[in-house]
């Protein structure tokens, strides 16, 4: 399984940026969505997450209100809008899918993965 993430580049401090995943295989019931993000030489991190069937979502506490979650189950795609990106935000974004919930925050909660994509913001 492939998930082919996108819409990463340079912005400048307070821009905004849209990430798009989409599995290369399409699942049926429920299962979740999530980003997680690697700043530069720090671990992996969870970012947001959001459950296919039921639309319920999760953030993490530094992007609560800057960045939202969305799916187009039509499209079998999930995005991240991100807004008023800050230098902080800097790292490789990744893509995961998973099965325990769209409040599983840990790496090893989630099953595939995104190759990532990097976003960089600068001050």
């Known amino acids: 399984v492939q998930l082919q993430a996108s819409g990463g580049g340079l912005v400048q401090d307070g821009g905004s940026l849209r990430l798009s995943c989409t599995p290369s295989?399409?699942?049926?019931?429920?299962?979740?969505m999530g980003w997680f993000r690697q700043p530069p030489g720090k671990e992996r991190e969870f970012v947001a997450a959001?459950?296919?069937?039921?639309?319920?979502?999760n953030y993490a506490v530094s992007v609560k209100g800057r960045f939202t979650i969305s799916r187009d189950s039509a499209a079998n795609t999930v995005y991240l809008q991100m807004n008023s990106l800050k230098p902080e935000d800097t790292a490789v974004y990744y893509c995961?899918?998973?099965?325990?919930?769209?409040?599983?925050?840990?790496?090893?909660?989630?099953?595939?993965w995104g190759q990532g994509t990097l976003v960089t913001v600068s001050s």
């Open positions: 959001i459950s296919w069937s039921f639309g319920s979502t």
């Open positions: 295989e399409r699942k049926y019931g429920n299962y979740v």
């Open positions: 995961a899918r998973g099965y325990k919930g769209p409040y599983s925050e840990s790496t090893t909660d989630y099953e595939d």
